[in-house]
């Protein structure tokens, strides 16, 4: 599978990225908005990993892509997260320091919901 990475704080040397790429994925890292767009819009991508700092950004990609599968990183509370993410179908908030765990669960429920929607 193909990550995109929408983040000023996950960094391709983090635990997270380096855990995704050993499981034998792609991880690709852009915070330009047109480029992620191209990106999602040929196909390229299983799922973005978007910051909370650049929800606006990830907010308009979501709106063109409503079925791309979206992790944010956020370090906000669970209750204040859901109410700024609320409509936006966010599988999953991540830490500003993922580490592996993290990235087991991502990939554990992405698998998931690839396995319900068959996509």
């Known amino acids: ?3 995109l990475v929408a983040s000023k704080t996950l960094f391709a040397t983090s635990v997270f990225v380096k855990t995704l790429r050993t499981e034998d994925h792609n991880v690709i890292f852009s915070q330009n908005e047109e480029e992620i767009q191209e990106f999602i819009g040929g196909g390229e991508v299983d799922a973005m990993i978007g910051d909370e700092e650049n929800l606006d950004m990830v907010r308009n990609i ?8 979206t992790a944010i990183i ?3 509370k669970h209750t204040d997260f859901h109410e700024a993410t609320e409509g ?3 599988f999953m908030q991540i830490p500003k320091l993922p580490g592996k765990n993290h990235a087991l669960e991502f990939l554990k429920k992405l698998r998931h919901i690839l396995s319900i929607t068959g996509i």
């Open 1 to 3: 599978m193909t990550f």
């Open 88 to 90: 936006l179908g966010i």
């Open 74 to 76: 956020s370090d906000k």
């Open 62 to 69: 979501i709106m063109r892509f409503p079925m791309l599968n």
